[in-house]
């Protein structure tokens, strides 16, 4: 990438700019273009079809005072918190069992795994056949002479989203804890053998050693969990269908149904517009940390 | 341009955004010469070599080849053939298949690829390989497919980045002496960029030492060996490297370089365009130019000194001996006799010494 | 070393084994020590915990609806029967259509093979062009790319509707294979990119001397070189794009619903006497093909969402 102080041959790497079409298309059109228009079309009083008729924040203060959206909020907020939490912790402390030089590592796994290859409507209908207070657990332990047990996630709305939660970590912890193996086996052996000469317990090793050299991923893991957690959308399709009445309800469903359901386009802008904002108060700080010094070079 | 240079670069630039990666750069090579780029890493010599290859874009400036101005021309069209330091031979594809490639794109006739490629194997002897995928080779058998890639194409000009470094040192000697048969057996043109002194004073006709995207000296090794242009190509030719004094050359009783207590006579001396100067200067001597024993009892200039360590080659003895508190290398011979601590007596003539300014370290 | 705070006999007893950090007994050999019966008591646990979702679903889909109703749905079944799953995939209804999931089934089909070609096909090129023939602001566009990879979907939905509409594709597998395409493509072109580049820098330069363009280069080297990365690219699209609900459920009409689609809309029914046992049995068929690429992959599956997940 000389400066073009030569001839200026625009034809110069020609199907190479010729094959990037799509790529610019997507890039320009679908992600800058699609995301402008959204955000724009959120300050409008678009209902069935889009308009241009503009209402200021009208949009957001409908949406702000929208209890349906409220609970969206902060059922992401429990989701989010508790799933980033667990999901590491979960997943960091399986890939330290499986680094231990075991036997059937593959099979341990292949069997940790395999939620991660299903579908999040297949997991969200496999955990609310679980959870059905008539059949699944509630009526198993029951049944076992335990007459006032209790378990009732998917019915209760005070804990319906720690019933999703469930399902959503049976499905995701696997990917995390195929991360940090990859990072742990990435962790040269001799720190290891470092650690042991200097006498630093297991635990120590662990918390002070390994896990500040695995930085990178705990980000990439952190990163991960994150543009998961803000598009969970189909588990509480399948699981709860957003109940009971809108004890379940996600800012992605909000959209939707804003969107698709009950025709009120402007709505799902302003809420998607929302879910937009978020991300970036999460990425940015990332991004300007990650990237940030180098840039400016 | 002028028929007589197979190659020549014109005010050559090249900068990725505010790094100037070569430096309006003249460079002028003959018919069937072989020149050798050498420098240490980052000095520009295989983004040179890319940029007389087609591979890299250049800033400004002019690259002829024959006389054909291909400063703009696609690589392949450009007459060349190159080899790659990692072999970079098609791995999907056996030895003929590496080597018909770039004839199949050139769209030449099917007898005359297989005319080609079996002439190259013959040359190099690889014959028995061509069937073979290149990880089915080993790393000689790799670069001698390489070679005959470039061989196949049968062009005027033969680019080499540095193609030996990936092999052992046994196969490293061997190949090299192929490559300088290859020479004499083809006559074109050949450009080897390396950063092995070595390589460099036995293959070249020319040696171009760059550095910071500069040529620095172009000569022939023998010129570039005895008589460095600066302290650097100095220092970068010779192993170990040239021993410097700090010192001044002062008039007077004859002109003398002044060092600490010493005066060492400089009669003898050959100063560039016989001019002689005075001021503050570099003295540099090479360890193969000093002496010991009685030699050194009839040597222009003497120091007495203690010997700090000894490094036994086996074909030549290497010591460091200690004088005045400096540190100055010796080459001594296999069989020489000398422990850590022996008091010895070094001895060296002016007329074998580099004087260098002190400001800009050229050589006076 | 300056922490050495052993003496050389402790270090030469310590074992050289990793594994043995635990009690040092005098004899640190393969019997079951304390460690390691809690490592693998744990794992053991842990694993049942995972396998137990598909365990019951699949005894639930073997028993029949009375069966199911006494007992409990840990309890493996009494009278085996296969007719749920026949019932889920040839009988069962959503809405109107009583022909079962097979429908779905054959739907996700017609989108999965073309989304899978052509979003290879495209985000390989792409890869290829940004690792090897980068051209003034293609840094930028892929920077955009993959920034948009971090986008919510749900900004981006309603513009494609519209985009769609305009050119007739909406509510077509066309359109919906295009949506795949494009969402799949920022992930699958830092894949490509990252790939490519780390092929050496100098075949591609041989293979330019030899005389061979963007396009021979693309097909005569490099994809014959890359064959396990559209492995890799090809099981995470399957997965992918196979587990998708949001992008069917949007772009296509109720005739065209991928399986997902489809499998919602017959379980979460709320018409009709609920038999779970044919919901279970077709949950498992809709889980059944990214499955079996899962466990037939294996390792590359790994390497795939790991690939996928790192970023470049």
């Known amino acids: 990438m000389a400066a073009a102080t030569g001839p200026v041959r625009w034809h110069r790497n020609l199907s190479a700019k010729i094959a990037a079409i799509p790529m610019i298309t997507t890039a320009l059109v679908v992600f800058i273009g699609g995301t402008a228009w959204t955000v724009l079309y959120s300050f409008t009083s678009s209902k069935l079809l889009p308009r241009e008729k503009f209402v200021g924040l009208a949009q957001y203060e409908r949406l702000w005072s929208s209890s349906k959206w409220l609970i969206s909020i902060e059922n992401l907020a429990i989701y989010g918190v508790f799933s980033l939490v667990f999901s590491l912790l979960i997943g960091f402390m399986l890939a330290a069992l499986l680094d231990q030089k075991i036997r059937f590592e593959d099979t341990f796994r292949t069997i940790l795994l395999y939620p991660f290859a299903l579908s999040f409507i297949v997991t969200g209908l496999a955990w609310q056949w679980i959870l059905n207070p008539d059949f699944g657990i509630q009526h198993v332990v029951r049944s076992l002479g335990w007459e006032s047990f209790s378990f009732d996630p998917l019915y209760d709305p005070d804990i319906v989203i720690y019933g999703i939660l469930i399902a959503g970590l049976w499905q995701g912890t696997g990917l995390i804890m195929c991360l940090m193996l990859a990072g742990l086996r990435g962790i040269d052996e001799d720190i290891w053998k470092a650690a042991k000469i200097d006498g630093i317990p297991m635990w120590k090793t662990y918390i002070f050693i390994v896990i500040p050299m695995m930085r990178g991923i705990f980000i990439t893991a952190i990163v991960l969990i994150a543009s998961g957690i803000i598009k969970v959308y189909d588990l509480v399709v399948a699981q709860t269908g957003g109940g009971p009445g809108i004890a379940s309800e996600v800012p992605a469903k909000y959209v939707y149904d804003a969107m698709f359901l009950s025709q009120n386009l402007g709505q799902g802008f302003a809420a998607s517009t929302m879910m937009l904002l978020t991300v970036i108060i999460i990425v940015v700080p990332w991004a300007y940390l990650e990237f940030g010094g180098k840039r400016r070079g | ?364 | 070393m300056g922490n050495v705070t052993k003496t050389a006999a402790e270090i030469q007893l310590a074992p050289a084994r990793q594994e043995m950090t635990g009690p040092r007994g005098p004899k640190p050999g393969r019997t079951l020590s304390r460690r390691n019966i809690m490592i693998y008591g744990t794992l053991i646990v842990v694993s049942l915990y995972y396998l137990l979702p598909l365990y019951v679903m699949v005894v639930t889909s073997l028993k029949g609806m009375p069966e199911i109703r006494l007992g409990n749905i840990f309890s493996p079944p009494v009278e085996i029967t296969f007719q749920p799953w026949v019932k889920a995939w040839a009988e069962a209804c959503t809405g109107l259509n009583c022909d079962g999931l097979s429908r779905g089934f054959f739907n996700s089909v017609r989108i999965l093979i073309p989304s899978v070609v052509l979003s290879i096909a495209i985000a390989s090129v792409n890869g290829y062009a940004l690792a090897n023939w980068r051209f003034k602001g293609s840094e930028t566009f892929f920077t955009i790319l993959i920034v948009g990879a971090f986008i919510p979907y749900q900004v981006m939905i309603y513009p494609i509707v519209i985009m769609l509409r305009e050119v007739g594709l909406y509510g077509s597998l066309t359109g919906l294979v295009i949506v795949h395409t494009i969402f799949g493509m920022p992930i699958l072109t830092l894949l490509f990119r990252n790939y490519f580049a780390s092929v050496p820098q100098e075949l591609f330069k041989a293979a330019r001397v030899d005389g061979a363009g963007f396009w021979g280069i693309y097909f005569q080297i490099m994809v014959p070189m890359s064959l396990p990365i559209f492995v890799v690219a090809m099981i995470l699209q399957v997965t992918g794009i196979w587990n998708d609900f949001l992008f069917g459920v949007i772009y296509t009409k109720p005739d065209l619903y991928p399986m997902t689609v489809q499998l919602n809309n017959i379980v979460n029914s709320t018409q009709g006497v609920k038999e779970y046992n044919v919901n279970m049995a077709a949950t498992i068929l809709t889980g059944l093909v990214p499955l079996t690429i899962y466990f037939i992959s294996g390792k590359l599956f790994v390497r795939g969402i790991a690939a996928g997940a790192v970023k470049g």
Request: glycine letters at 10%; a negative charge; aromatic letters at 6%.
């Open chain 2, 1 to 364: 341009m002028e028929t007589k240079h197979s190659i020549s670069i014109k005010n050559l630039r090249l900068s990725f955004g505010a790094l100037d990666v070569l430096k309006d750069l003249n460079l002028d090579v003959g018919r069937g010469e072989f020149l050798v780029l050498l420098g240490s890493s980052g000095c520009g010599k295989s983004t040179l070599l890319n940029c007389i290859a087609g591979l890299l874009d250049v800033s400004d400036g002019q690259i002829f080849i024959g006389e054909r101005n291909v400063t703009w021309e696609e690589p392949s069209k450009r007459g060349i053939g190159m080899v790659f330091q990692s072999y970079a031979l098609y791995p999907q594809m056996t030895v003929a298949g590496n080597l018909s490639f770039g004839l199949k794109n050139a769209g030449l006739p099917k007898p005359e690829i297989e005319e080609r490629v079996n002439r190259a194997a013959k040359i190099l002897q690889i014959e028995p390989l061509l069937s073979r995928k290149p990880a089915a080779l080993s790393g000689g058998q790799r670069q001698r497919a390489a070679i005959g890639r470039a061989l196949v194409r049968d062009a005027d000009v033969f680019l080499f980045d540095e193609p030996l470094s990936n092999l052992d040192a046994k196969l490293r000697a061997d190949l090299r002496v192929e490559i300088k048969q290859l020479h004499q057996q083809l006559s074109n043109t050949m450009i080897y960029v390396t950063h092995d002194q070595i390589e460099a004073m036995t293959l070249a006709d020319r040696i171009a030492i760059m550095r910071g995207g500069q040529i620095l000296q172009l000569a022939s090794p023998n010129e570039i060996y005895n008589r460095p242009a600066n302290k650097y190509v100095a220092e970068f030719i010779g192993s170990p490297t040239m021993n410097f004094f700090d010192g001044e050359i002062v008039g007077g009783d004859g002109l003398r370089f002044a060092v600490g207590n010493h005066a060492f006579p400089l009669e003898g001396y050959d100063f560039r365009d016989g001019l002689a100067v005075q001021g503050p200067a570099w003295f540099g001597i090479r360890p193969e130019h000093m002496v010991t024993g009685t030699k050194a009892e009839s040597a222009r200039i003497r120091l007495s000194g203690q010997v700090e360590l000894v490094e036994p080659l086996g074909s030549d003895t290497l010591a460091r001996v200690a004088v005045d508190g400096r540190s100055l290398w010796v080459r001594m011979d296999g069989q020489a006799n000398i422990r850590d601590g022996d008091d010895i007596v070094v001895g060296f003539d002016p007329a074998r010494a580099n004087l260098f300014d002190k400001s800009h370290e050229n050589r006076l």
